[in-house]
């Protein structure tokens, strides 16, 4: 071998056993961090259905749609890494053969069609990412971009180091193919068909020497080697380097996502895990004296939170959607996953809320969803913060003082408002029919269709109670039997449990469940999203399984069979409105036609959508237990969202959900007296609108 060769192949095996070595010590510490969280049980369930549900996002990129140029860009250069990966083998060969093709398919066309495409795909879409990113960074300074606290030098290092790769790996098949056309053995494959996009430049080097054609491949090979190795080592060097280990951890997270099926992350928050097992109320008294309730330290989180927090890739996409981030608060979904990683990678076992993570960004989550929904590697975010701030609640005794308040109330009466259970009924007063309640009017629920959960916002809150008298008059005079539970309700623990008071929500909950099981409930109509997503998603969790639908779902199924009919109002009373959709009804459990089909059934109404709609939806504020607290930092997002909605032009805003619509009438009258517009708009629930249609036709036909 020639003196270029032998230092070559010297300086490539030296690199390997290093960049092999310290990329193994890289894993080993990933996995040992890891490994020291809690138990996350039903995480490797199915495995057959997770392989195929892994496959499918990864391959299909199905978190990248609503971003056509970035999913195909990023899905290049995804696979570019293993199709490339048959390259470096063949680069050791050609450091001692230039020639060299690795035995019985190094000149199989397909297989080298397939490495210049991915080559050629790699190098644009890894030159389309970095364009992306400048971009994004000089159109939105500071916050305003989703890359704002990302970790910038690390994310060039990948991008040139990628670069670098698939430009050697180009290079080298010009060359191969020069080499291939100067040796008559070989002339045979100096064609396009085995150099299918490469042939072009490779020819214009035939006049170049076997020797110095032998040397540029050892070179070339030798540079692709190195340019590995060295990101081998940089990235082993940082185990929290997510933005390089992404490419290895995402496929593991995607496996042990929540649901193998393949649902989004959203769902239902877990119990609190003692000893490995949900947190049993009546064996309460009796924890050790080391127990720990929620997550404080990083090895307090489930290991599948560590492993979220080691994926993340810094794309900030969970930034870009955050409402909370977007009124200037101190919340990111991504920082504080970097924050968690972090501390966890760096060895500290520290309390994370005052140190790593401030208490003002953990207690400005509403919960909303938009974080988890947008991310491509699918990590639970709100599950963590939740596990942050029982913590903060159950045994550090720290949150925000209208937190305490409500604690209290729910403790005490039963619901967050703090007025007396026998004024649950309040509501029906005046109604022109009366509604049966279950243990006076009925027995059980065995005589009804459906029990109507006021809910209690429906039963306490004066806007709330104009839908809950709308939506029972609908059910009458369709014809649907239901009744209530009137004093018989308690707050079904959404917002207890959302701030961090696990204890309380299964205090709640258990109460709700026995009740539910004495009355024979088995059907349910609830017209608060979060009702209706904690009775579907979370009840199972403490034996309460029942069929719940939102009363969006069952009015509008009332119009489609004709039961209800909604009667056009006069020509000059035609309007304009825009439906919100509500985090817990839309992103947490998929419901977007049903509201939206209503609407489009009632005639008069001309429905004008708001930039961020559906899964894009903007939070009105109220989620996480945020409707019961003060906002302080920042633009409101109430406002922000009321704002977006007097934009439309229209005078209604609709929505499905009680406290939506607190919080939008809030915005509007604020958007309103900041501005000075949206003198004319009204917040309504979808049931209202409807109830008035439907009351038109009655009339016209002497019905009182």
Same mark, same amino acid.
């Given at each position: 071998?020639?003196?270029?060769?032998?230092?070559?192949?010297?300086?490539?095996?030296?690199?390997?056993?290093?960049?092999?070595?310290?990329?193994?010590?890289?894993?080993?510490?990933?996995?040992?961090?890891?490994?020291?969280?809690?138990?996350?049980?039903?995480?490797?369930?199915?495995?057959?259905?997770?392989?195929?549900?892994?496959?499918?996002?990864?391959?299909?990129?199905?978190?990248?749609?609503?971003?056509?140029?970035?999913?195909?860009?990023?899905?290049?250069?995804?696979?570019?890494?293993?199709?490339?990966?048959?390259?470096?083998?063949?680069?050791?060969?050609?450091?001692?053969?230039?020639?060299?093709?690795?035995?019985?398919?190094?000149?199989?066309?397909?297989?080298?069609?397939?490495?210049?495409?991915?080559?050629?795909?790699?190098?644009?879409?890894?030159?389309?990412?970095?364009?992306?990113?400048?971009?994004?960074?000089?159109?939105?300074?500071?916050?305003?971009?989703?890359?704002?606290?990302?970790?910038?030098?690390?994310?060039?290092?990948?991008?040139?180091?990628?670069?670098?790769?698939?430009?050697?790996?180009?290079?080298?098949?010009?060359?191969?193919?020069?080499?291939?056309?100067?040796?008559?053995?070989?002339?045979?494959?100096?064609?396009?068909?085995?150099?299918?996009?490469?042939?072009?430049?490779?020819?214009?080097?035939?006049?170049?020497?076997?020797?110095?054609?032998?040397?540029?491949?050892?070179?070339?090979?030798?540079?692709?080697?190195?340019?590995?190795?060295?990101?081998?080592?940089?990235?082993?060097?940082?185990p929290a380097m997510g933005v390089a280990w992404h490419r290895f951890l995402a496929v593991v997270n995607l496996w042990?996502?929540?649901?193998?099926?393949?649902?989004?992350?959203?769902?239902?928050?877990?119990?609190?895990?003692?000893?490995?097992?949900?947190?049993?109320?009546?064996?309460?008294?009796?924890?050790p004296d080391d127990a720990v309730l929620g997550a404080g330290k990083p090895s307090e989180l489930s290991w599948k939170?560590?492993?979220?927090?080691?994926?993340?890739?810094?794309?900030?996409?969970?930034?870009?959607?955050?409402?909370?981030?977007?009124?200037?608060?101190?919340?990111?979904?991504?920082?504080?996953?970097?924050?968690?990683?972090?501390?966890?990678?760096?060895?500290?076992?520290?309390?994370?809320?005052?140190?790593?993570?401030?208490?003002?960004?953990?207690?400005?989550?509403?919960?909303?969803?938009?974080?988890?929904?947008?991310?491509?590697?699918?990590?639970?975010?709100?599950?963590?913060?939740?596990?942050?701030?029982?913590?903060?609640?159950?045994?550090?005794?720290?949150?925000?003082?209208?937190?305490?308040?409500?604690?209290?109330?729910?403790?005490?009466?039963?619901?967050?408002?703090?007025?007396?259970?026998?004024?649950?009924?309040?509501?029906?007063?005046?109604?022109?029919?009366?509604?049966?309640?279950?243990?006076?009017?009925?027995?059980?629920?065995?005589?009804?269709?459906?029990?109507?959960?006021?809910?209690?916002?429906?039963?306490?809150?004066?806007?709330?109670?104009?839908?809950?008298?709308?939506?029972?008059?609908?059910?009458?005079?369709?014809?649907?039997?239901?009744?209530?539970?009137?004093?018989?309700?308690?707050?079904?623990?959404?917002?207890?449990?959302?701030?961090?008071?696990?204890?309380?929500?299964?205090?709640? =909950?258990? $109460?709700? /469940? %026995? @009740?539910? #099981?004495? +009355?024979? !409930? *088995?059907?349910?109509?609830?017209?608060?999203?979060?009702?209706?997503?904690?009775?579907?998603?979370?009840?199972?969790?403490?034996?309460?399984?029942?069929?719940?639908?939102?009363?969006?779902?069952?009015?509008?199924?009332?119009?489609?069979?004709?039961?209800?009919?909604?009667?056009?109002?006069?020509?000059?009373?035609?309007?304009?409105?825009?439906?919100?959709?509500?985090?817990?009804?839309?992103?947490?459990?998929?419901?977007?036609?049903?509201?939206?089909?209503?609407?489009?059934?009632?005639?008069?109404?001309?429905?004008?959508?708001?930039?961020?709609?559906?899964?894009?939806?903007?939070?009105?504020?109220?989620?996480?237990?945020?409707?019961?607290?003060?906002?302080?930092?920042?633009?409101?997002?109430?406002?922000?969202? =009321?704002? $977006?909605? /007097? %934009? @439309?032009? #229209?005078? +209604?805003? !609709? *929505?499905?959900?009680?406290?939506?619509?607190?919080?939008?009438?809030?915005?509007?009258?604020?958007?309103?007296?900041?501005?000075?517009?949206?003198?004319?708009?009204?917040?309504?629930?979808?049931?209202?609108?409807?109830?008035?249609?439907v009351r038109r036709g009655r009339q016209a036909d002497g019905a009182p």
């Amino acid at each position: 071998m020639t003196a270029l060769k032998v230092a070559a192949l010297v300086v490539a095996l030296a690199a390997t056993v290093v960049g092999v070595a310290v990329f193994a010590r890289g894993i080993a510490r990933i996995v040992a961090v890891v490994r020291t969280g809690r138990p996350a049980p039903g995480r490797t369930e199915s495995p057959g259905l997770r392989t195929a549900t892994m496959l499918r996002e990864v391959l299909g990129h199905g978190r990248f749609a609503r971003r056509p140029l970035v999913r195909v860009a990023h899905w290049a250069v995804m696979l570019s890494f293993p199709v490339l990966f048959i390259t470096l083998l063949t680069g050791y060969g050609q450091l001692v053969d230039p020639a060299y093709a690795l035995p019985g398919i190094g000149h199989f066309p397909p297989l080298e069609w397939l490495v210049e495409l991915f080559a050629w795909a790699g190098l644009i879409g890894i030159t389309a990412l970095a364009i992306v990113r400048q971009a994004t960074r000089i159109r939105r300074p500071g916050r305003a971009s989703r890359f704002f606290g990302s970790n910038a030098g690390q994310a060039y290092f990948v991008e040139a180091t990628i670069a670098v790769v698939v430009v050697a790996v180009l290079a080298l098949r010009g060359l191969e193919h020069a080499l291939a056309a100067a040796e008559p053995a070989t002339a045979v494959l100096a064609t396009p068909w085995h150099f299918p996009l490469t042939a072009w430049y490779g020819a214009a080097l035939t006049d170049t020497s076997v020797a110095t054609l032998e040397s540029l491949v050892v070179i070339a090979a030798l540079a692709k080697i190195l340019a590995s190795m060295a990101w081998f080592v940089v990235v082993g060097l940082q185990p929290a380097m997510g933005v390089a280990w992404h490419r290895f951890l995402a496929v593991v997270n995607l496996w042990a996502r929540r649901e193998p099926g393949g649902a989004p992350a959203l769902g239902a928050l877990q119990p609190i895990l003692v000893g490995g097992k949900p947190l049993d109320l009546e064996a309460l008294e009796d924890l050790p004296d080391d127990a720990v309730l929620g997550a404080g330290k990083p090895s307090e989180l489930s290991w599948k939170g560590l492993l979220d927090a080691s994926t993340c890739t810094e794309c900030g996409r969970c930034q870009d959607v955050c409402p909370a981030w977007a009124t200037d608060k101190p919340l990111s979904p991504k920082l504080m996953t970097l924050a968690i990683r972090d501390a966890a990678h760096s060895g500290s076992d520290d309390v994370l809320v005052g140190h790593a993570i401030d208490a003002d960004a953990l207690w400005a989550c509403t919960t909303c969803g938009a974080c988890v929904q947008e991310c491509p590697v699918d990590i639970e975010h709100v599950d963590t913060f939740v596990e942050l701030r029982r913590h903060e609640v159950l045994m550090a005794a720290s949150f925000p003082p209208e937190l305490a308040q409500m604690f209290r109330k729910l403790e005490s009466t039963g619901n967050p408002w703090g007025l007396p259970a026998r004024a649950r009924a309040d509501w029906m007063k005046g109604l022109a029919f009366q509604v049966p309640v279950v243990g006076v009017d009925v027995d059980d629920l065995s005589e009804v269709d459906y029990l109507f959960w006021v809910g209690c916002a429906g039963a306490y809150d004066d806007k709330a109670k104009v839908t809950t008298r709308a939506v029972a008059e609908l059910l009458h005079t369709a014809g649907v039997p239901f009744a209530v539970l009137g004093k018989g309700e308690t707050c079904t623990g959404d917002p207890a449990r959302r701030s961090g008071n696990e204890v309380l929500f299964q205090m709640l =909950a258990a $109460e709700n /469940v %026995a @009740t539910l #099981a004495e +009355a024979g !409930a *088995t059907k349910i109509v609830a017209t608060c999203a979060h009702c209706f997503n904690t009775f579907s998603r979370e009840y199972p969790q403490l034996d309460g399984t029942y069929e719940v639908v939102h009363h969006t779902q069952l009015l509008n199924r009332l119009v489609r069979e004709g039961r209800l009919v909604p009667v056009p109002p006069p020509e000059d009373e035609t309007r304009t409105i825009t439906y919100h959709d509500p985090c817990y009804l839309g992103r947490h459990n998929e419901v977007y036609a049903p509201p939206r089909e209503l609407l489009g059934a009632l005639p008069g109404l001309d429905v004008a959508e708001m930039p961020r709609k559906e899964e894009d939806s903007f939070c009105c504020g109220a989620g996480g237990g945020r409707v019961f607290m003060q906002e302080t930092i920042g633009t409101r997002i109430n406002v922000e969202r =009321a704002t $977006e909605a /007097v %934009a @439309t032009g #229209a005078t +209604a805003v !609709a *929505t499905g959900c009680p406290f939506c619509t607190v919080m939008l009438t809030d915005g509007v009258a604020a958007a309103r007296s900041a501005a000075g517009a949206g003198d004319d708009v009204q917040v309504l629930d979808v049931a209202q609108l409807l109830l008035a249609s439907v009351r038109r036709g009655r009339q016209a036909d002497g019905a009182p």
